[in-house]
């Protein structure tokens, strides 16, 4: 049977979707770096190019009126799991598609999702789960546009939300769900590390946590902003957490070009997801997901490399007369609480990390404006070394008493270490140092 007629009888349309991915090899499972060079790509529906075609079309067409009524089926949700087929640009796309698979694999979610940005990814997760009236328990901090859009724009429209600090012990989360429970906790809502404190989230407790308050339907899904570990170093669905959203700007991006999203998690979550997206238009366009899937092929090496040279970089940092403190995970106090939920939920401590100068503004801006290699600019995860002023940059109108508990001191730089060479890179940072 050809694809064709195979196509008019079951509605799906023939595109590059493989009848069966090569995900195994003599028994032998393989591994995502190995995946993402063609995983979820048959080139011989695309002509036989090895790399899959950008698809710039608003719509599709379909194989005949009642597999257009099929994948309507899929589209509004009437029956659950996505159309079966392309339908028109702001559902689905061949290259999104194609992303969403690879997305997947990484942290072994079943089912991915991509989104224009982090933001819109995460907005739509929250319009997609929370209605008037509900409470979203949430760690903190946030990244800054995420409180805002729980606290100042669902706020507007009856959402309620309680928080835990970052580090929270089991009897403090067990304290705030507690107190949640009495209303409908439509979510949990966690980001770990917190940007810009590096705290990492015991997501193990949460889940526990979580489990012992709420039963049956009540119990809310816990999602978790995984951009600045993931996929690589941390992967939170085996901690317990059942959606994970990305900024996919950073580390899968890589490269400082693009802006996009990803959420991953059960069929079942991202089915609901689905249906927002679908709604209000947050999907990513074709050409940003192309662009991901060649990031993705070289994330794996991308990210070691950035997490090696920033282990060689914060030695050299933590080693410096005019260093006051260096917050990076390689350096968790061994027997600290933070210690132990670094050891149970990550595999690396990632390339971005706070670096506390001895002095205030004026010696944060003297490093800042000497830099050669490092570029003074803020977000982080590219090939190429950042650093940025939270107090005076992303964190400017954060009100100065949340600053200090949050400590968003004025010596405060925040780096994120790139996969140049790890030398040139303590030169720079050397020279930028004598400035200070
Ligand atoms: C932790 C975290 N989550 C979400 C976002 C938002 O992502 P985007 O800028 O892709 O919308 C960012 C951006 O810096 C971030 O750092």
């Known amino acids: 049977m050809t694809d064709e007629t195979e196509a008019d009888l079951t509605g799906a349309t023939p595109r590059r979707r493989p009848k069966a991915d090569v995900d195994t090899v003599g028994g032998r499972k393989l591994k995502p770096a190995t995946l993402m060079m063609g995983h979820g790509f048959d080139p011989m529906l695309s002509e036989g190019s090895l790399k899959p075609p950008i698809f710039l079309t608003s719509t599709f067409v379909f194989p005949n009126a009642a597999a257009g009524k099929r994948h309507f089926e899929g589209v509004t949700g009437k029956r659950p799991g996505g159309a079966e087929g392309l339908v028109y640009s702001r559902f689905n796309g061949p290259n999104q598609e194609i992303l969403e698979d690879r997305l997947g694999v990484w942290e072994g979610a079943e089912d991915a999702l991509a989104f224009s940005s982090g933001m819109s990814a995460i907005a739509t997760l929250f319009l997609s789960m929370v209605k008037p009236g509900d409470t979203i328990v949430h760690s903190g901090p946030l990244y800054a546009a995420t409180e805002t859009l729980i606290a100042r724009i669902l706020g507007r429209f009856g959402v309620h939300w309680l928080d835990f600090p970052a580090g929270a012990t089991r009897e403090e989360i067990d304290a705030v769900l507690g ?157 600290s609480r933070q210690a132990d939920i670094y050891r149970r939920h990550c595999t690396g401590a990632g390339s971005t990390f706070s670096l506390y100068l001895k002095g205030g503004e004026k010696e944060a801006f003297a490093f800042l404006d000497s830099l050669k290699i490092a570029k003074l600019a803020v977000s982080l995860g590219g090939t190429e070394t950042l650093a940025s002023h939270p107090a005076g940059m992303t964190h400017l109108s954060v009100p100065d008493a949340r600053k200090q508990a949050l400590g968003i001191t004025d010596n405060l730089v925040r780096i994120s270490i790139g996969v140049e060479d790890a030398d040139d890179l303590i030169a720079d940072f050397e020279e930028a140092l004598k400035a200070v």
């Open 179 to 335: 107190k949640a429970a009495s209303g409908n906790v439509a979510l949990i809502y966690l980001e770990s590390p917190a940007n810009p404190t590096n705290a990492l989230v015991d997501v193990e407790a949460v889940a526990a946590s979580r489990d012992a308050i709420f039963k049956g339907p009540n119990k809310p899904p816990i999602a978790i902003d995984n951009t600045f570990l993931g996929p690589l170093w941390a992967q939170p669905l085996k901690q317990g957490a059942d959606i994970v959203v990305y900024s996919l700007t950073k580390y899968a991006g890589g490269h400082s070009d693009l802006v996009a999203g990803g959420v991953l998690g059960s069929k079942e979550h991202i089915n609901t997801i689905r249906l927002m997206r679908n709604t209000i238009g947050t999907i990513c366009d074709p050409n940003t997901a192309w662009m991901l899937l060649r990031s993705l092929e070289t994330l794996e090496l991308r990210m070691s490399r950035a997490g090696e040279n920033a282990v060689k970089v914060c030695e050299f940092l933590r080693a410096h007369p005019k260093v006051e403190h260096v917050g990076y995970l390689g350096f968790l106090e061994e027997g």
